[in-house]
């Protein structure tokens, strides 16, 4: 999350960055790629997607560094870039083969979990991501935005809404966000009772 001095001295690195100085991509880089991240995998779920996607969006912004006026900041305009890019990269997928495959490709961390335990939590973060896909698009990016540690201010601006609505329309949000997961927990257990009958069918 940035202050207000924090963008100031964004401003100044930009302005560096446009006289073609790459320290002050590399300190942009630094100070801002694990927000980029974070919002690209709570929207992806895979590692690797969200490590890509936030690579080329930090490779936009040395190609193409954006000229902000003082009250526009750069952690909204990366993550509006990543945000398009991570829909983009999205639509370009089968909906049911992108599930299955963002299923195959998530790395859990190793732990000492048993097998159970790190399956289960697995199941957790895809019943998540499911119940964020079924909300309108605002709404997602602004529980995506918020968990990723932006401000009001920062969220509003990537946005493009008003600071004093954000807290009402974030509320909002969670509550569609539970009923929306209420619903994909329901599917899913009826789905794995199914599976069981099944499976018990052809014993």
Not at 66 to 74: K, Q, T
Not at 134 to 153: F, H, I, M, W
Request: aromatic share 6%; glycine share 4%; proline share 2%.
């Amino acid at each position: 999350m940035t202050t207000g001095g924090d963008r100031l001295s964004d401003h100044h690195l930009l302005a560096s960055l446009q006289r073609g100085q790459e320290s002050a991509y590399e300190t942009l880089f630094l100070r801002h790629y694990g927000t980029v991240y974070g919002v690209v995998y709570g929207l992806t779920g895979s590692r690797e997607a969200a490590e890509d996607i936030a690579q080329d969006t930090f490779l936009t912004l040395y190609h193409d560094a954006p000229l902000l006026d003082y009250d526009r900041n750069l952690v909204a305009w990366l993550c509006r870039v990543a945000l398009n890019k991570s829909h983009n990269s999205i639509r370009s997928e089968q909906r049911a083969t992108s599930r299955e495959e963002r299923a195959a490709r998530m790395d859990v961390p190793a732990s000492n979990d048993d097998p159970e335990a790190r399956l289960l939590r697995t199941e957790e973060q895809a019943r998540v991501r499911d119940a964020l896909a079924q909300l309108p698009e605002r709404q997602g990016k602004l529980l995506l935005l918020r968990n990723a540690g932006l401000s009001y201010a920062e969220v509003a601006d990537l946005l493009n809404i008003a600071p004093t609505s954000v807290g009402t329309m974030l509320a909002r949000a969670e509550r569609s966000f539970i009923d929306a997961y209420k619903q994909v927990e329901s599917n899913s257990l009826a789905r794995a009772q199914a599976l069981r009958l099944q499976m018990e069918r052809t014993k």
